[in-house]
């Protein structure tokens, strides 16, 4: 059993700067790919960003492009996402993921995280 932990949310002025970590415990990590998701209030779970089990391949959703980046330190057993140009609308519980597989090009997650509240004000 894998857990996932996420931290480093917090509360953050537009065009601030946070850093997520997710560390997981009980497992194999550097064999999955991991993902970072988000939920805000009245609105669906969305996909923000994924990396593959070896790092050298990610994903964006559109809306964070250029201002967001997601590594992995397999030694650590750790996922970040560090988030930049922060704005109102990227308030949300930020939530990792451990995908069934190395890439990330499935909807099979394996284990998740209890999330991290991200707010940013304007």
């Known amino acids: 059993q894998v857990r996932l932990v996420e931290s480093g949310g917090g509360l953050v002025q537009a065009g601030g700067s946070l850093r997520l970590s997710c560390a997981a415990s009980g497992g194999t990590f550097s064999n999955y790919a991991m993902g970072w998701f988000r939920q805000a209030p009245g609105k669906e779970r969305e996909r923000v960003a994924a990396?593959?089990?070896?790092?050298?391949?990610?994903y964006y959703t559109d809306s964070v492009k250029g201002r967001f980046t997601i590594s992995r330190d397999n030694a650590k057993n750790t996922v970040y996402l560090q988030m930049n140009s922060l704005k109102p609308e990227d308030t949300a519980v930020y939530y990792c993921?451990?995908?069934?597989?190395?890439?990330?090009?499935?909807?099979?997650?394996?284990?998740w995280g209890q999330g991290t509240q991200v707010t940013v004000s304007s």
């Open positions: 993921a451990m995908y069934n597989s190395r890439a990330y090009y499935t909807l099979d997650y394996r284990y």
């Open positions: 990396i593959n089990w070896s790092g050298d391949s990610t």
